[in-house]
């Protein structure tokens, strides 16, 4: 079964921020006494270390140098919020397993400068990827409580001041903080293990900024372009392409940075979740030269999307140009924004995300969508984080799809109206209701005639067609048993218990994938016979030395021969120094060999028993004494 992060019913929910920016409301700063003491001014930049005495089991060292600064703050979405009241904030010294870093308050904490000009502060923090950033004073650039991104992140931005959030003074970076088994939450855990950067090099994908010129002819605009790791542009197959689109004062690094795509794709592929997906993030704010919500013109966005963004990458990148290879994805004023893509352009993507931010559609709005998607398939998936609000509006535009025979899903996980949560719901978006390159499973062989009161034991194997990739790992079951000791085991190998009554059992193997694709087999269990059999089974020598091999030779004849069925036909299990071997007949006889390595010297028995068909009734016996020396 698929998993999801944060599902489950929401303890409590707080008014919704509607269209509140990354990043952006009222500010706490923590007293002097909450401070926790000020990182050695050794390495520059962000370093994160384990350590017991922190609340998390991680502290986090945030070095900035800058000999000129007359003050400067570590600041970001580094509050907390408790599940259990909604609307309490606490500092990141008094974390406990239910409370989150948040959004909405922007958290402030005095750096501590050395003589070097080396500004330091450490704070325990929770995992995942989380938000954060630099307040500086410096008289020498002309900052006063300047916002600027870590000087030391290896992040790729875009040129010089071209991005609307350097333009706002409203920039994020990131810290990626690993989960300690203290913190015991499982949606951290899961946090960890998608937005941290992927362990090995060789999975990491590569972040650049592309030029290009919008609908309305202006240059000086930059796309985000992600490539997957081992990208190829000559590959027979296109990639599929998610184009993601930022909140009303967000910009191409929203879901780059504090969204943390790269690094959950990275995960997500390494781990065979996903098909190898580039990625595109554009700037919605070229419309005039305000700063504001003026800038972000909805209808010229989605226009822009599908009339200018669509071909410019289409042209560079092996990408689809296909609707089922096509996603589109938005937080907050991106999510709304959605709504004029559909409208206006229903074909152009089969997925569409709204990370807190609904589509405003009318009923003839839906209607209108299902008559030009017609039988081809459309999924939409909303959410929010539990601070934000309930689900019901998201769970009324599901269910208007749904009315109309399209795929619809909404989910919540533990966050405010930030990146963080937007990161969350992205994770849950793309790994589960994504394509998952996994185009069948079939099951071999697909039917198996069995008699029942027998100890069987089946080997199934499972075909799996994925695209390059994906992994082909599936899940076994057994349904229709009414033994608890019939089973299959993880590999596929099936066992009817002796006591089993069901006629009928079906095995199936599930995409780990992809839960929506499978393939069954058919065992039927059926009386054995009645006709005895007669078993033969002598072993030469009689006699060996530890070491070495007996060769035991069997043949079954019929007491009273069937005419229809004359030679016997079925399995043998042969059990010698404890250990059971399952031999198919042919033409009625066998040919076992029983090695003695590991045993010790003394006398073993030969079990021998017989699985009945339909014809011949089962048999079991002891049938010679062997002995090792």
Known sequence: MKRAIGKGPTRRAITMLALMSLGVGAVVSAPAAAAAPAAPATAEGVTVRADNGSPTGYTVDFVYRNPHATQVRLAGDLTLLDVTTGNTRYQPEAWQTGRYHAGGTEFLRDMTRDADGNWSVSVPLHAGSLSYWYRVWDPTQGWENKRIWDPASTNPRPPGQSSFRVRNNDVLDAVYVPYADKQNDPVLKERAEYELPAADPAHRGTVQYVPYTTILGDSGHYLGVYLPAGYDANRPEPYKVAYLAHGIFGDETDFMVPANVPHILDNMTAKGEIEPTVVVTMGNHFTGTSLGFASYNQTNAANNLVQTILPFIEERYHVSTEREGRAYAGFSYGGMTGAHVIRGYPTTFAFY????????????????????????????????????????????????????????????????????????????????????????????????????????????????????????????????????????????????????????????????????????????????????????????PASIVRGGTFTLTVDLRAQNQHKKAPTVTGEIAVTFGGTTQLVALTDGSAVVELPTSGLSAGGYPVHVAYSGDPTYTPTAAVHQQLRVR
């Open 353 to 540: 995300g709204h990370f807190s931010g609904n589509p405003s559609l009318t009923a003839q709005d839906y209607d209108n969508v299902a008559a030009a998607v017609g039988d081809d398939d459309l999924f939409v998936f909303l959410g929010n984080g539990v601070f934000e609000g309930n689900l019901n509006a998201q769970n009324t535009i599901a269910n208007n799809f749904r009315a109309r025979g399209y795929r619809a899903a909404t989910t919540q996980v533990p966050g405010a109206h930030d990146g963080m949560t937007a990161s969350q719901l992205f994770t849950i978006f793309a790994r589960d209701h994504l394509w998952t390159g996994v185009d069948s499973v079939s099951v071999s062989p697909a039917t198996e005639e069995l008699t029942k009161g027998w100890n069987w034991r089946k080997q199934f194997t499972a075909d799996v067609h994925t695209n390059e990739g994906v992994s082909p790992a599936v899940t076994w079951s057994v349904e229709g048993a009414t033994s608890a000791a019939t089973t299959i085991s993880a590999d596929g190998l099936l066992s009817v218990a002796a006591d089993e009554t069901a006629s009928t059992l079906t095995v199936v193997a599930t995409s780990v994938v992809d839960a929506t694709k499978s393939g069954s087999a058919t065992v039927s269990l059926t009386a054995p016979g009645t006709n005895r059999v007669v078993v033969k089974a002598k072993a030469a």
